[in-house]
Each structure stands twice: as structure tokens, then as C-alpha cells.
């Protein structure tokens, strides 16, 4: 039990009292009591989110082959935790990020409508062609606006270090373990 705990704390960045509790609930199983894990992080973020961010670093990443690179500012609420090693990498992280998937927006809601209605446009096309009935054609269209967003935002993107978490649950899970709120200010990716 204590090496499972050990090893769930180094996966997690959770207190050995909540990788206990969360262990207990679920009987032993490591998956379920990571996922609660998670959660709880989670709503840690939440109530975090509110507080002002105006300290942070700013990170830079350069490809090797020298051609495409990023520069990110990443926020948090204390010069403290500005200078911590592990904010540090996560910055750092985030523009190896940006400079790999090339997301053009921060949030899924800050893409512009003209750019989703363009896209609408082809999508409406294509469907027609196959000719999808109109309430199933209505579903589809949703579901492919919804993975546009995603798919173009930095926080909904998976991670390329771990596709099994997006950007946004990386940086989550650091609010839940660093104890303080942390958001992308803003990022930009240059290519020649």
C-alpha cells in the first residue's frame, strides 16, 4: 500500500492524505483513484481561477531544425511560483506545445464565427452530397464544430507530450498541485 501510494503521489503531484482517501474509495484500483484524483484537482482549479494571475514567465521553444518556434506567457499569481523549476517547465512545455500543433486560439469559444461558418459551408456540402437526412445532417454538423474548436485551440488540444490529457488538463492538474492559478496569457508560433 505504501508503494502504491508512493507511486500514485509521483504521477499525480497529490498529498499522500488524498491519494489515501481517494485509494480507499475505490477499493485499491490506481486508474479509478487517479481519476478522482483528477477531479478533485479540478475543482481545486475552479475555485483557483478567480484570483488574479499577474506574475509568470515567458518561455520560448525553438524547433532543431531552426525553422518554426513559439513564444508563450504563462501567468500565475505570485513571483514565488514564477520561479518555481516545475512552472518553469510547464511554460516551457506549452511552447514546445504551440510550436508542434500550431493552435491559432486559446479557447474553443474565442474562434471566430466567419471561420466556423466557412467551414459550416464545405461541412453542409459534403453532407449533401451523401445525402444525410436533415436531422441526422443537424447532430453531424454539431459534432464536427465542436471538434473544429477543439482542434484549433490551445487548451482543448491533446497534450504531445500526453494525447491523453489536452493543454487545459496539464495545466489543471499543476494549479491542483502548485496551489495557485495559472493561465496562458498568450501565445505565438513563428515559421519560416
Not at 474565442?110 to 436533415?134: C, D, F, N, S
Not at 459534432?143 to 485551440?153: H, L, N, T, V
Request: glycine share 8%.
Amino acid at each position: 500500500m505504501l508503494e502504491q501510494i508512493k507511486n500514485l503521489r509521483e504521477r499525480t503531484g497529490a498529498g499522500v492524505v488524498e491519494v489515501k482517501k481517494a485509494l480507499d474509495e475505490v477499493g485499491g484500483d490506481d486508474q479509478k483513484a487517479i481519476e478522482i484524483l483528477r477531479k478533485r484537482g479540478q475543482e481545486k482549479a475552479m475555485k483557483k481561477s478567480d484570483r488574479v494571475a499577474g506574475e509568470g514567465v515567458i518561455a520560448s521553444y525553438i524547433h532543431s531544425n531552426g525553422r518554426v518556434g513559439a513564444v508563450v506567457k504563462l501567468l500565475c499569481e505570485t513571483d514565488f511560483v514564477g520561479r518555481n523549476e516545475e512552472f518553469k517547465a510547464l511554460a516551457q512545455d506549452i511552447a514546445m506545445h504551440v510550436t508542434a500543433a500550431a493552435p491559432k486560439y486559446l479557447k474553443p469559444e474565442e474562434v471566430p464565427e466567419a471561420l466556423v461558418e466557412k467551414e459550416r459551408e464545405i461541412w453542409t456540402a459534403q453532407l449533401a452530397e451523401e445525402k444525410k437526412p436533415e436531422d441526422i445532417m443537424k447532430t453531424i454538423l454539431e459534432g464536427k464544430e465542436k471538434k473544429f474548436r477543439e482542434e484549433i485551440s490551445l487548451l482543448t488540444q491533446p497534450f504531445v507530450k500526453n494525447p491523453d490529457q489536452t493543454v487545459g488538463e496539464l495545466i489543471t492538474e499543476k494549479i491542483s498541485k502548485i496551489g495557485e492559478n495559472i493561465q496562458v496569457g498568450e501565445f505565438s508560433r513563428l515559421e519560416v
